[in-house]
Structures are given as structure tokens and as C-alpha cells.
């Protein structure tokens, strides 16, 4: 019987790092998306402006947002599907700790942005700045 070694805590880092990736991809957008409405109405604004700026990040339409909502597209499968605004790569700043522009992982990345544009929204900043305008 081979005995395995003990996992280095790198080793263990990366693989929760790992498992939580795959448990973000296989989130629905439908089960965050309520989350980002309180989010931002406690700030003030509306969930239009919210669906504005998804929709924007997104290339969707409002009729294919709410598609995605009802029948809880996944945030892997959504973003396989859409197309990313060209502009997304002026999105810039730090969200969970970690500077969006830098994340290497394609799909991180994306689903950053998204958190990103969404934190820029519930602070205030005017919408021509979010949408990078």
C-alpha cells in the first residue's frame, strides 16, 4: 500500500482555491443577482441601473437577462455564452482583495469584473464612468 504525504499548505491553498472556483462557476447568476439588487438599492440606486450595467459587461438585452435569471444559467455557462464588452479591459481596481486586471483565470476574471462594476454602482459613481464611457 503506497502512503501519500502530507499536502504542503501551498498545496492545500491551491486546492481550495481550486474548489471554490469550480463552486463559483457552477453558481447561478439567479441565486447572486437578488444580493446585488439589495446591494445596490441600499445605496440608492436602481435595479435598471444594475441591469444596465449587466447588460452592458454582458451584450445581453434586458428580454435575455431575464432568460438567464429564470432559468438559472450558471455564471460558467453564462459567460461561455456572452460576449465581453471590449471595454471590460478598462476595468481596473481591487475586488476581494485581489486587483481585477491582474486575475489570469479567464473566467475569475469576468465574474470580477462583474463584482467590480457592481461595487462601483452601490458607491455612487456616476454610470458614464461605470460603462467606461
Known sequence: MRTRAPKTDAEK??????????RLARMPLASVYPHYVTKVEKKGR????LDE???????????QL??????ETSFEELFEQVTINPSASLITGVVCGVRVEDIEDPF?????????????LAKGKAMDKILRA
Open 53 to 63: 450595467v449587466i447588460t452592458w459587461l454582458t451584450g445581453l438585452d434586458d428580454a
Open 108 to 120: 475569475m476574471q469576468k465574474l470580477r469584473y462583474l463584482d467590480k462594476l457592481v461595487d462601483e
Open 46 to 49: 436602481t435595479r435598471a441601473e
Open 13 to 22: 491553498s491551491a486546492a481550495r482555491q481550486a474548489a471554490n472556483m469550480a
Open 66 to 71: 431575464r432568460r438567464h435569471l429564470d432559468v
